[in-house]
């Protein structure tokens, strides 16, 4: 079993920026890759950015590329995301989750078996 907590998310004025925690527990968190997703109100769930279990790669989705960064600290069992230049698109609940790195492709959110309860943010125009 895995517990993952999310953390930092809030209400900005397009523009700003705010930094996203995961924190997790239960699992050797080295192992997994770590992928954050999105829901929009009235949309599907939708992938943001992952990150390898090293933390050597990383990948998003198109819409976020150049202004959100994800990141991973091993040693904390923690993993993050900075969102700069955050827009009205951008609110939404984010949540964090895990997969064994052999699981099915990054982006796809059936190769999650983990979810933390989500951080709500909200981008004002």
């Known amino acids: 079993q895995v517990q993952l907590a999310e953390s930092g998310g809030g209400l900005v004025q397009a523009g700003g920026s705010l930094r996203l925690s995961c924190a997790a527990s239960?699992?050797?968190?080295?192992?997994?890759?770590m992928g954050w997703f999105r829901q929009a109100p009235g949309k599907e769930r939708e992938f943001v950015a992952a990150i390898t279990s090293s933390g050597g790669r990383a990948y998003y989705t198109d819409s976020v590329k150049g202004r959100f960064t994800i990141s991973r600290d091993n040693a904390r069992n923690s993993m993050y995301l900075q969102m700069n230049s955050l827009k009205p698109e951008d609110t939404g609940v984010y949540y964090c989750?895990?997969?064994?790195?052999?699981?099915?492709?990054?982006?796809?959110?059936?190769?999650?078996?983990?979810w933390g309860q989500g951080t709500r943010v909200t981008v004002s125009s």
């Open positions: 989750a895990s997969k064994a790195p052999t699981s099915g492709s990054y982006y796809y959110i059936p190769s999650y078996d983990y």
């Open positions: 239960g699992r050797t968190f080295s192992s997994y890759t």
